[in-house]
């Protein structure tokens, strides 16, 4: 499979990169910033044929852009593609789909992309989310919201019943493929230290188990809708994020498709493959949601 051989590339070179920008990288994994998020800009993109009409759709390019991403993103863990997902592929095309434009998906286009965890179901969830433009779109702004500035406009007793394992999590309907949804677990959205907590929302998917449960979530999503940041991605940045504690969305755009539409490549990364054994083949996580 191309993607394993390019992961190894990306591996050789990754000692490759410049000094500065290696740094940046390890520090970032080392001691993530309260904003949870790092912005690399100027990567080249080189010349692109059109934006394809769906992700999967094969495209008459060099795999530079994904040797880029994927260098980067070895830097950080292990990156890995999740079965349903694009058929597992470690480096993903994220373009707008018109049959998809009012889901809840990456490929809509039409409405907010409401705040959530990258795999907020997820047993096997990925710790960094990358995001690399390689065609932009000036109306679609890319939101994040860290648990480290939302917290602080959280009363206290709201936060304590986040810490608590009172909400489950229904599954993205990317991952069902024509299976019946069903809800996970009850689990807490906060975890670990209360000072640097880690979190898990998705505010489509997520529900509380009690109504007490429920107002909390409805705070917190309020806390993160009045305190986030937006950006607009041009071809050459690569965005990357820290699942563990913060949410991403994107605003509503217009897509054309015309071939001239906005164009990611996504790739995730877990911090080891110890954690996925029997669940996974190879790169590939194959865990199976739904009835």
């Known amino acids: 499979m191309i993607d394993i051989e390019l992961v190894r590339l990306a591996g050789e070179q990754a000692p490759r990169l410049p000094a500065a920008m290696r740094a940046r990288i390890e520090a970032f994994r080392s001691s993530p ?13 080189g010349v692109l044929p059109p934006t394809p009409a769906e992700p999967t759709d094969a495209v ?9 991403l994927l260098t980067v993103a070895s830097l950080l863990g292990e990156p890995v593609g999740y079965q349903p997902e694009h058929g597992g592929d470690v480096v993903q095309n994220i373009v707008p789909v018109e049959q998809s434009a ?23 969830r990925p710790h960094y989310l990358l995001l690399f433009c390689l065609r932009g779109d000036p109306n679609a702004r890319t939101t994040v919201a860290s648990i480290h500035t939302a917290l602080a406009f959280l009363d206290r007793d709201i936060v304590d019943v986040l810490f608590e394992p009172r909400f489950r999590c229904a599954v993205d309907e990317s991952y069902l493929h024509g299976r019946s949804n069903v809800l996970g677990e009850a689990m807490p959205v906060l975890t670990g230290d209360l000072a640097d907590p880690t979190m898990v929302f998705d505010q489509d998917l997520m529900v509380g188990t009690d109504e007490e449960a429920d107002e909390a979530l409805v705070a917190l999503g309020r806390a993160l809708d009045a305190h986030h940041a937006e950006i607009v991605l041009e071809p050459g940045d690569l965005l990357v994020i820290d699942n563990h504690m913060v949410v991403h969305g994107r605003s509503p755009f217009t897509a054309r498709f015309d071939g001239t539409d906005r164009w990611l490549q996504r790739a995730f990364v877990v911090d080891d493959l110890t954690a996925s054994e029997g669940e996974r083949d190879g790169r590939v996580i194959t865990t199976l949601f739904g009835e």
Request: glycine share 6%.
């Open 33 to 45: 910033p309260p904003a949870g998020c790092m912005l690399l800009r100027g990567l080249p993109v």
């Open 60 to 68: 008459d390019k060099s795999n530079g852009t994904e040797l880029r």
């Open 102 to 124: 009012a889901s809840q998906t990456s490929t809509s286009s039409k409405v907010d992309l409401m705040f959530h965890t990258e795999a907020a179901f997820h047993p096997h």
